[in-house]
């Protein structure tokens, strides 16, 4: 049986569908991810950019609006902000939260790079996204994993 995560954004178009994306690729069927967002927008083309360059096709990606998710259930609920926190509330008015669940925790980027800032600017932060996911992401499925590993000694 795979841990079900939801990846929570505002507009799930970029930072939460890059973890979706990773923890899929990286779990390897342990773990089932799916993101969504409170103000879904259509999928940032550079997002699914550099997850080619990291060898992870999401070309069929959608934006999926938190209603698309029903009654699923998840055993981590982990939204994506601009701003770093130990934990999310959903205490913002736009933190995005479903109905009688709590977040498992915030996971802060900064903000984006302005349309004007360019291309360039908005490839980097977005590979520093991807990067900084991947970190979290091993660190968070080993403290995950480690649970399950002990009980089954």
């Known amino acids: 049986m795979s841990i079900r995560v939801l990846f929570l954004s505002r ?84 933190c995005p939260s479903l109905p009688g669940r709590t977040s498992n925790g915030c996971w802060g980027f900064g903000q984006r790079p302005s349309c004007e800032a360019g291309e360039e600017e908005a490839l980097a932060y977005l590979r520093r996204v991807r990067d900084q996911t991947l970190n979290r992401l091993r660190i968070w499925m080993a403290a995950v994993d480690k649970p399950a590993a002990h009980g089954a000694a």
Request: aromatic share 4%; net charge negative.
């Open 11 to 94: 507009s799930n178009a970029a930072r939460s569908q890059i973890a979706e994306y990773l923890l899929n690729a990286m779990g390897r069927g342990r773990f089932e991810a799916v993101s969504a967002g409170n103000a879904p927008q259509p999928i940032d083309p550079l997002a699914i950019r550099i997850l080619d360059e990291a060898r992870i096709d999401a070309r069929g990606a959608l934006s999926k609006p938190l209603e698309s998710l029903g009654d699923a259930r998840f055993d981590y609920i982990i939204n994506i902000c601009d701003e770093s926190s130990a934990s999310c509330p959903g205490a913002r008015t736009d």
